[in-house]
């Protein structure tokens, strides 16, 4: 591969555009697919089907996210390697034109990771080393990753930037590219995960290797991949709202905000889990296609609104605010104390494991509970008490009438104590129909 894993394995590289040292492998094309299991409720790590086609690694070895220190050469370091032509015959010292080409591509980088570039001379110790030399052939660029020694997270390594005097000090796209190999990013025709075919283009990837357009920013793919390393830009800390649908990323630096897929014209599956694919409709064989969506690593969303249509919502482990709106919605809070509204229509609220409610202050309240609707518990495997008190056999629920609203709560380990509650509004009474086991 390129990028980060032509350091960390210098033996697989290659790359005729960007000049890594090492034969290149012969690239493998891959078709479309999407997700053999897009259930929303799936539990475990997110999904990692998008960001794994450019971004090999969760996170780089020795690599300080939020910060990246560079000097611009004023020589040839003693470790520069002499491919696609001699450095030290035809070194050059980047104008102050040309340096604003590459502070214009770190710009865009961070405004959408979390990755801050300053500015070092060249006895402190930098990152990254940027420098210009005339190149043989074709070649515009090249870059290595900064690495560590012996796997040592705090020996970082020096790791350079080199463009080509007459076409790649120029060029924002060559620099751009050169930019994200020294983050981690790979082609996307190289390594176990790929690209397929009609997807490697530029309108995509700013890595690909696609020559028909040239573009000036990084592209959807980009962003995504970057973003699974590095997190999202430290921007958008207020409280904000996101259409879905609106774009094909959802990224989000802080604040209390929401997702709004109100004017959805079709069901909306949503996960509010950071580093899921979601969907207007059915799950699409490309991401690319229309109504897919992406929410970005490491982004926390709070509240999502349905749709008219019959949606499926699931919370993340903050405490979330769910409306699923008209039609038969299935909503899941998942962690934290959550509150759900199915809204009109014959609803179910699932929970799936011990923790997604608490008790006292921390139990999930429905709010808004009607005929038709189900509290779905049957991946808990309960036995039902009705108002009957616990046994002490365990895995037990009954439910507790109050004066607005019912209480179901759960023994898990027979000790007769309440280990789960959950506050159910909008009935006087549930019964056993009401609720799956």
Same mark, same amino acid.
């Given at each position: ?309 019959? &949606?499926? /919502? %699931? +919370?993340? $482990?903050?405490?979330? @605010? =769910?409306? #699923? !709106?008209? *039609?038969? &919605?299935? /909503? %899941? +809070?998942? $962690?934290?104390?959550? @509150? =759900?509204? #199915? !809204?009109? *229509?014959? &609803? ?90």
């Amino acid at each position: 591969m390129a990028g980060a894993i032509a350091v960390l394995n210098p033996s697989v590289s290659g790359c005729a555009r960007c000049g890594r040292r090492g034969p290149l492998s012969q690239p493998r094309r891959q078709p479309a697919t999407g997700d053999r299991d897009g259930r929303l409720l799936r539990r475990g790590p997110p999904l990692r089907e998008l960001p794994r086609r450019l971004a090999p690694l969760r996170q780089l070895p020795g690599r300080r996210a939020g910060h990246d220190h560079l000097c611009f050469m004023n020589r040839v370091p003693d470790s520069a390697w002499t491919g696609h032509g001699d450095p030290h015959h035809s070194f050059r010292i980047l104008t102050d034109n040309q340096r604003g080409h590459v502070e214009r591509a770190m710009d865009l980088i961070a405004s959408v990771a979390n990755v801050r570039y300053v500015e070092l001379s060249e006895t402190s110790a930098p990152h990254l080393l940027v420098g210009s030399f005339d190149m043989t052939g074709n070649t515009a660029g090249f870059a290595n990753c900064p690495f560590t020694f012996r796997g040592d997270p705090d020996s970082l390594g020096i790791g350079d930037l080199w463009l080509d005097i007459h076409t790649g000090v120029g060029s924002l796209s060559v620099i751009l590219h050169e930019l994200c190999h020294t983050l981690g990013l790979k082609h996307p025709f190289e390594g176990d995960h790929l690209l397929p075919d009609s997807e490697d283009r530029h309108a995509n990837t700013i890595m690909s290797y696609d020559w028909s357009t040239d573009p000036q920013n990084l592209m959807v793919y980009d962003v995504i991949a970057l973003q699974s390393i590095y997190g999202p830009a430290r921007l958008r800390r207020g409280d904000d709202t996101y259409v879905f649908g609106q774009d094909k990323v959802i990224w989000d630096g802080g604040g209390h905000d929401r997702i709004d897929a109100r004017g959805a014209t079709a069901a909306v599956t949503l996960s509010l889990d950071d580093g899921r694919w979601n969907h207007m409709g059915a799950k699409a064989a490309s991401f690319l296609a229309q109504g897919q969506v992406w929410l970005g690593d490491f982004t926390i969303i709070e509240d999502a609104l349905g749709s008219r249509f019959a &949606d499926r /919502l %699931a +919370g993340n $482990g903050r405490s979330n @605010d =769910l409306r #699923g !709106g008209a *039609g038969n &919605d299935v /909503l %899941a +809070g998942g $962690g934290g104390r959550d @509150d =759900l509204w #199915g !809204g009109r *229509g014959q &609803d179910r609220f699932v929970f799936t494991r011990r923790s997604d409610s608490g008790v006292a202050d921390q139990r999930d309240v429905i709010r808004d509970f009607a005929d038709g609707d189900h509290v779905d518990l049957s991946a808990l495997h309960l036995s039902w008490r009705g108002s009957r008190s616990f046994t002490g056999a365990g895995d037990e629920a009954r439910v507790f009438d109050l004066t607005s609203g019912v209480l179901v709560l759960i023994d898990f380990d027979g000790d007769r104590a309440v280990d789960f509650a959950l506050r159910v509004l909008g009935i006087d009474q549930l019964d056993r129909g009401d609720v799956l086991l």
